[in-house]
């Protein structure tokens, strides 16, 4: 296979696939479209396989993460277009060793067991990503699924890695019945979609006509749409706040029990602003409500090597006792965290223009109504909505600013990891967002309520208090951590098989097939 087709092929499913992430309508078109890029890495050499992996990958990786360049608008152009472009070539190096590692072992195995090796390698790469300083599990596979409330179902049995080993197993059935003329392999894709979809509805009608009497809290959420130029100019702080206040006036506290507010909806330390903080505990006590708040913190104790005070992306809980804290515990890569600070002294002499956060070390659930708080980026991992509900947490309440991203795809992107975590889990979340989305969403999937991006709107809906059933909520750290294991002995498995395979010779009937 000459190189310019194969990068052809791996550039058209790498670019397709991009297009089965919501916001976009081709999720399950992904049982299929990356069937071109396996017959790339089946047929080509193992140069021109890695090579068009690569490319192929960083163009998937070019068009779902493009609104990062949004982020130059409130920071250095320069800084941010290059961490954009070393961003994507970082990421696409997972798709480079998993092409690595199939052409080390396409020969090595037959044809059945290569389809159940791989796509659990696959996935095991997946939770390898969610782990560490430098983690980052926003694209992976399973996550097409999000778009419809039916296919979203197998989350709950499969988990969103479980759900990328069937869509990649799904392409290699769908291209081996094209080498092999196995033609009952070229219905896998359709037969699984089918049954997804078949089954997610049988589900969802169960669960909609079960009449049950479920304890609700009352909950408001706010939508200030500060817009990011402004949110973090002091300049403008006064009125940031008061567009803030004006709509949280607009509220009767005795229609309801909590209300929550954005990530930073204080932006700035909440103990320089006495006002705020005095405001906020006095309403809440003299209301009988409790109000959660985002802002930062910073405390006294000094880093030996920095001499700087710590400083905590926090949630804040005011209600009729003494205010609780809750620092954010999953940080953001460089924008909020340099890598691997904690290990080398020295990366904190470093200044990229991001955060200087400390992270927090625990959950926490608060009252009323049992909730556990999750800023921005940590209720993407599954693994710690797991670890909420295990504390006794009924729901998520979940603070965030996706202002940085404009009107992008972003924001979409963040809703649909999040609400695919809670299918998995079986949580609800009620969600509030800066410019949006916010919404209030069952631990099923289904959305309650919600709002478009940059509207200035408060809703309000009772949250039911009761989570659901999933075995995937069971047994998912167990299986993320054999998928976890399984990717790292098949990498040393490839490392030790030196012996670099050619690309398998076609038959005759096969040079018919591709030649008709």
Request: charged share 20%.
């Amino acid at each position: 296979m000459s190189a310019k087709r194969a990068i052809l092929l791996s550039l058209a499913s790498w670019g397709l696939l991009a297009l089965c992430f919501p916001p976009y309508l081709l999720g399950p078109v992904a049982l299929a479209v990356l069937a071109p890029w396996f017959y790339v890495l089946r047929m080509a050499s193992k140069k021109v396989a890695l090579i068009s992996s690569y490319l192929g990958s960083f163009f998937f990786h070019a068009i779902s993460m493009y609104w990062l360049y949004h982020v130059g608008d409130v920071a250095p152009q320069a800084l941010i277009y290059s961490g954009l472009l070393l961003g994507i070539a970082y990421l696409s190096l997972y798709a480079l060793l998993c092409a690595w590692v199939f052409v080390k072992i396409r020969d090595r195995f037959g044809e059945v067991l290569l389809i159940v090796i791989f796509p659990l390698f696959w996935a095991g790469i997946e939770t390898l990503r969610a782990k560490g300083d430098m983690s980052f599990p926003w694209l992976s596979f399973g996550l097409v699924f999000g778009g419809s409330i039916e296919l979203m179902q197998t989350f709950a049995l499969f988990g969103v890695f479980g759900c990328s080993a069937i869509i990649i197993a799904s392409n290699m059935c769908l291209v081996t019945a094209f080498l092999k003329k196995k033609k009952k392999l070229a219905f896998v894709p359709l037969i699984l979609a089918v049954c997804f979809y078949i089954g997610g509805y049988a589900v969802m009608s169960f669960e909609d006509n079960v009449k049950d009497e479920v304890e609700t809290l009352t909950v408001a959420v706010m939508q200030p749409s500060i817009p990011q130029t402004r949110k973090w100019n002091q300049e403008y702080y006064d009125s940031v706040m008061k567009q803030t206040w004006d709509l949280f006036e607009t509220l009767d506290p005795l229609d309801v029990a909590l209300i929550l507010f954005p990530e930073t909806a204080i932006p700035d330390y909440i103990n320089y602003r006495r006002r705020e903080y005095s405001y906020l505990k006095k309403y809440a006590a003299e209301n009988d409500v409790a109000i959660v708040i985002g802002a930062l913190n910073r405390d006294r104790h000094k880093r030996e090597e920095k001499k700087k005070p710590n400083i905590y992306n926090s949630a804040f809980l005011f209600g009729p006792d003494e205010p609780k804290e809750y620092r954010k515990t999953r940080l953001v890569p460089f924008s909020e965290k340099l890598p691997f600070d904690n290990v080398v002294p020295a990366i904190n002499y470093v200044d990229l223009g991001g955060g200087d956060f400390t992270p927090g070390d625990s959950l926490t659930v608060w009252q009323p109504g049992s909730f556990s708080p999750f800023i921005c980026y940590e209720a993407i991992y599954g693994s710690i909505l797991r670890d909420a509900k295990r504390k006794g947490a009924k729901f998520i309440a979940n603070l965030t600013n996706d202002g940085w991203f404009k009107r992008s795809i972003a924001p979409y992107q963040h809703f649909n990891l999040v609400r695919s975590h809670a299918v998995e889990n079986g949580i609800g979340v009620v969600r509030s967002a800066n410019t949006g989305i916010s919404a209030f969403i069952k631990p099923n999937g289904r959305v309650i309520e919600r709002t478009e991006l940059f509207e200035q709107r408060i809703i309000v809906q009772d949250m039911p208090l009761k989570t659901r059933f999933t075995p995937y909520s069971v047994i998912g750290d167990y299986v993320e951590w054999v998928l976890f294991a399984f990717s790292l002995f098949m990498i040393v498995f490839a490392r030790l098989n030196n012996k670099s395979p050619q690309p398998k010779q076609l038959g005759a009937h096969e040079h018919h097939v591709i030649s008709s």
